[in-house]
Every structure is written in structure tokens, then in C-alpha cells.
């Protein structure tokens, strides 16, 4: 086969059968016979740090993204990318129309998947020492190209429209800060939490969460953003069925919410030429 044909991966090959060139007789992922050693051997979430990583990872490190994939597959229908599947769903559309709603939401900057990276850039630049992370939470931005990712108007990982850290995110970080490295990023969120919710004046978010735990696995920010994105996508999906089922009736429509900036008024139906 010609060198132009020829699809270059630094963690994947495969061996071509006899018969046929386009189907694998084995495949490995960093050097691990993937039908013959992981699939029957490892979980799945020991084959995501592999893919990911390239090394097999420790088990503490499996447990903690296993546990932080269960926090993140279903954030409820007050999570906007969950919202945007559900209104796929109760229009009827169809099933990747409706995940790529999600994935379309849930990858902007709030509480989506740039969010997230911003949050891992800044553990880079500021690491564990706290005031370093108040002064650059009070301005995050970078170098940024203006059409693709506007300015942040909040502090990256943290919830400008809430007043206290909701039950279940502080829920949700005690329980990861037991899987995670006692001198990792979890535990000096958890530390320092207060302080930083003190200083920005309201509460750390699940993106500052995730992307302390993605710290701690040793994952860089476009690692982060892309597990962040497919970890979601479980609660999209059942959200998405469910109001299929259910229908446009049983949906909400805010129409109390929505304001016209130019209301024409009342519709009044076109008069004809020659009639009163």
C-alpha cells in the first residue's frame, strides 16, 4: 500500500488479516494485545487512562476517574447541555441530533468544556499557592481569538448565579478526595474552598471539581475537555429518551421568561383591497 495511504498512530496498531488488509486480525493499544490482554483482563475505565495516558494506570487512579464519571453522567435538567438533549428529544429529532445538542452546549464556557480548560490551565500556572489563584481568578483570560471563545464574565470553576455550594458538589468532592493523592489538587480544593468562594464571592462549580480530579490523574487540559465532553453524555442521552416518550405536552415552555426587544403587538390579519 502506497505511504500516502497510510494512517500514522502513536498508540494504536493493527495487524492486517491474511485475506483482507481492511480487517484486524489483532489490535494493541501501547504495545497491550487489546482482544487478547485488555478487554478480558482490565475495566473500562483502566482502558480509558491507557488510551489516554499510554501507561497502564494504577488502581487508585481507575477508582477515581470511575467515581468522577459517576458524579458527571447525569448533572440533571438544570445542566444546560442535559436541557439542550431534552428539547432534541421532545422535538422527535433524532438520537445524534440530540447528543450533538449536548455536546454543543456543554462545550462552552459556562459550566461546559472550555470552562473546564481554563480551570486545568490555571492549576498550571498557579499550582496549590492560593494567592496566586486569586489574583489571576480575578482576570483568567489569555491570548484568546474573540470569534471562536469570547471573555469569560465569571471566575473560571466557580458558579456565578449561586450563593452556597450546592449538597451534592460538596457531596461529590468529599467522596473524590478519598480516591484521590492526599497532596493532589482535590485535596487542597477541598482546603482551600472556602477561601477561594471567599475571594470571587461565589461558590466553586462541578467544572472546577472535574478539573481537579483530571489534575490529579495526570490528564493535560485537552485530555480533561474531551473526557469532560464524553462523561457527560450517558444523562444526555437517557434525558433525550425519556421526553421522547413523554411528549411536548408534559415539556415546560418559558414563555413568561422571554422578552421582545420590538413587539409588534396584538397579530391582526391583513385587510384585502376594496373590502371595509
Known amino acids: 500500500m502506497p505511504s500516502d495511504y497510510v494512517?500514522?498512530?502513536?498508540f494504536w496498531l493493527e495487524e492486517p488479516e491474511d485475506a483482507n488488509p481492511f480487517a484486524a486480525k489483532a489490535c494493541y493499544c501501547h504495545g497491550y494485545d487489546v482482544y487478547g490482554q485488555i478487554i478480558s483482563r482490565a475495566g473500562w475505565f483502566e482502558y480509558l487512562l491507557l488510551m489516554f495516558k499510554g501507561e497502564r494506570p494504577q488502581p487508585a487512579e481507575s477508582a477515581l476517574l470511575e467515581r468522577l464519571a459517576m458524579v458527571l453522567a447525569n448533572q440533571g435538567p438544570?445542566?444546560?447541555?442535559?436541557?439542550?438533549?431534552?428539547?432534541?428529544?421532545?422535538?422527535?429529532?433524532?438520537?445524534?441530533?440530540?447528543?450533538m445538542s449536548s455536546l454543543a452546549v456543554g462545550s462552552g464556557l459556562y459550566g461546559g468544556s472550555q470552562e473546564l480548560e481554563v480551570c486545568m490551565r490555571l492549576w498550571s500556572e498557579c499550582g496549590q499557592?492560593?494567592?496566586?489563584?486569586?489574583?489571576?481568578?480575578?482576570d483568567p483570560q489569555e491570548d484568546e481569538r474573540a470569534d471562536i471563545w469570547p471573555?469569560?464574565?465569571?471566575a473560571p470553576g466557580f458558579d456565578p448565579n449561586g450563593d452556597d455550594i450546592p449538597t451534592?458538589?460538596?457531596?461529590s468532592l468529599d467522596?473524590?478526595?478519598e480516591y484521590a493523592p492526599s497532596e493532589g489538587a482535590l485535596h487542597w480544593l477541598q482546603a482551600h474552598r472556602k477561601a477561594l468562594e471567599t475571594s470571587v464571592g461565589y461558590p466553586v462549580s462541578i467544572s472546577s471539581v472535574a478539573a481537579a480530579a483530571f489534575v490529579d490523574l495526570g490528564l493535560d487540559r485537552d485530555q480533561g475537555s474531551m473526557l469532560y465532553l464524553i462523561l457527560r453524555l450517558p444523562g444526555a442521552a437517557a434525558h433525550a429518551l425519556e421526553?421522547?416518550?413523554?411528549?411536548w405536552k408534559k415539556f415546560p415552555f418559558y414563555s413568561s421568561?422571554?422578552?421582545?426587544e420590538d413587539d409588534p403587538g396584538p397579530y391582526k390579519p391583513p385587510v384585502s383591497e376594496g373590502k371595509p
Open 7 to 10: 494512517y500514522h498512530s502513536n
Open 129 to 138: 499557592n492560593i494567592e496566586h489563584w486569586k489574583t489571576r481568578l480575578q
Open 168 to 171: 451534592t458538589l460538596r457531596q
Open 78 to 99: 438544570k445542566e444546560a447541555s442535559i436541557r439542550a438533549a431534552m428539547n432534541g428529544g421532545v422535538a422527535g429529532t433524532n438520537h445524534s441530533s440530540a447528543l
Open 151 to 154: 471573555n469569560l464574565e465569571h
Open 257 to 260: 421568561a422571554i422578552e421582545l
Open 243 to 247: 421526553q421522547k416518550k413523554m411528549g
Open 175 to 177: 467522596l473524590l478526595v
